[in-house]
């Protein structure tokens, strides 16, 4: 991630902002900056979203393929994440930097989305222990102003949103092989459940308190963060902490309810705002919400 350095007086005066109620955009401690996101915008891709929060750009393309099964579970498709950590985005990004941090955005992505709560993956079964289909989803990193974790992880159920994938029609030859043919109509295809999709939310320990959606400035004063992922009901399917510094229960608990409270009032505006840019058809533009 970007570093930023503060000089002490300007980090004493963040903490005791944050300390208040009352951070240096004039955010409260549980506020998201504006998003502003938008789906169907990579052309070569089966769904695809692109979402700003802040100053904090993403790019998600979902490419679906047919592939084997994994032989735990043949009756399952799955997902693979691939993060480019554009070196563009930061001068951070260059060399090592952008591969260390983009392995590591790819295993927490895994953990969080690649399992059956969040994705009905029985659904991209096409022949149990034969064929399923795998789907790819490609994050591209533009720009990065702190909080990337949340970021993607509304860009991918955008694009999941948007990806559709084309019907299959199963027949036998004279053999009795299977022979898969995919439909050539564009409106013949089908679409992924994203309702149990789960949203990350991070939080910054910063003080005595935590913040939601931080900023590099706001990130340099923080000794260790909390990853929570949840879904529309409040569930937390994964939590995971990073940073150096250590987070006491107390402290722990607290974030995780405030993480659970704010990431279940994430989803009804995403999916509102979904569905209404997916109904204006090409007359859609750019819409903003949170904030």
Not at 111 to 129: A, E, T, W, Y
């Amino acid at each position: 991630m970007a570093a930023v350095q503060l000089s002490e007086a300007e980090k004493v005066y963040l903490m005791h902002g944050v300390r208040d109620d009352l951070r240096l955009d004039g955010r409260r401690c549980e506020d998201y900056r504006h998003m502003e996101i938008e789906t169907d915008v990579v052309s070569n891709t089966d769904g695809s979203a692109k979402i700003s929060l802040g100053h904090t750009d993403v790019l998600v393309g979902v490419k679906a393929e047919i592939g084997k099964p994994k032989p735990m579970v043949p009756d399952e498709g799955y997902l693979e994440f691939f993060v480019d950590c554009s070196a563009n985005a930061t001068p951070e990004f260059e060399g090592r930097g952008g591969e260390e941090l983009g392995v590591e955005l790819s295993n927490v992505l895994y953990k969080v989305f690649n399992n059956r709560h969040s994705v009905d993956l029985r659904s991209l079964c096409i022949c149990p222990g034969e064929n399923c289909w795998v789907l790819y989803v490609d994050v591209l990193l533009l720009q990065c102003d702190g909080n990337l974790f949340d970021a993607i992880s509304i860009a991918i159920k955008a694009a999941l949103f948007n990806t559709r994938i084309p019907r299959v029609h199963i027949s036998e030859d004279e053999e009795g092989g299977k022979e898969i043919e995919l439909s050539d109509d564009p409106y013949d295809c089908v679409r992924i459940n994203v309702e149990n999709v789960p949203c990350i939310v991070s939080l910054c320990k910063i003080g005595h308190r935590h913040v939601v959606d931080a900023t590099l400035q706001e990130k340099a004063c923080s000794v260790a963060s909390l990853l929570i992922s949840v879904t529309h009901k409040g569930m937390v399917t994964c939590v995971r902490k990073l940073g150096r510094g250590s987070l006491d229960p107390e402290s722990i608990f607290e974030m995780t309810e405030a993480g659970k409270r704010v990431g279940k009032t994430l989803h009804a505006p995403l999916m509102e705002l979904l569905q209404k840019e997916e109904s204006l058809g090409k007359k859609r533009q750019k819409v903003g919400f949170l904030g």
